[in-house]
């Protein structure tokens, strides 16, 4: 089992910046994947982002690129995401989420939520115009 737990959202104005943390409890953090999504009301979740168990690639959707930042410290089982000029449509609930990389090639599916092992709660992010 592993458990995961978002923190850091809350209340910004638009152009600001935000980062959230995820922690991790259980089983080998290093060997998954953690993946950020999204979810805002009415909408369906969305990927916005992945880091693989080392930290050595990562991948962002094409809405966030170039604003939000992956980054994760195994030695403290924690996962980071960084946004950066952000805009109120990315006001959402955001999720990690991760993924056991035990398998070749399951980094290829990092996007696909439904390949996810465990979830964290949720975090509120709330951008203002």
């Known amino acids: 089992q592993l458990q995961l737990a978002e923190s850091g959202g809350t209340l910004v104005q638009a152009g600001g910046s935000l980062t959230l943390s995820c922690a991790a409890s259980?089983?080998?953090?290093?060997?998954?994947?953690v993946g950020w999504f999204r979810q805002a009301l009415g909408k369906e979740r969305e990927f916005v982002g992945a880091i693989n168990w080392s930290g050595a690639s990562t991948t962002t959707t094409d809405s966030v690129r170039g604003r939000f930042t992956i980054s994760r410290d195994n030695a403290k089982k924690t996962v980071t995401l960084q946004m950066n000029s952000l805009k109120p449509e990315d006001t959402a609930i955001y999720y990690c989420?991760?993924?056991?990389?035990?398998?070749?090639?399951?980094?290829?599916?990092?996007?696909?939520?439904?390949?996810?092992?465990?979830w964290g709660q949720g975090t509120q992010v709330t951008v203002s115009s």
């Open positions: 989420a991760a993924l056991w990389e035990g398998i070749a090639g399951t980094w290829s599916f990092a996007h696909e939520d439904r390949r996810y092992d465990y």
């Open positions: 259980g089983r080998d953090f290093s060997s998954f994947a």
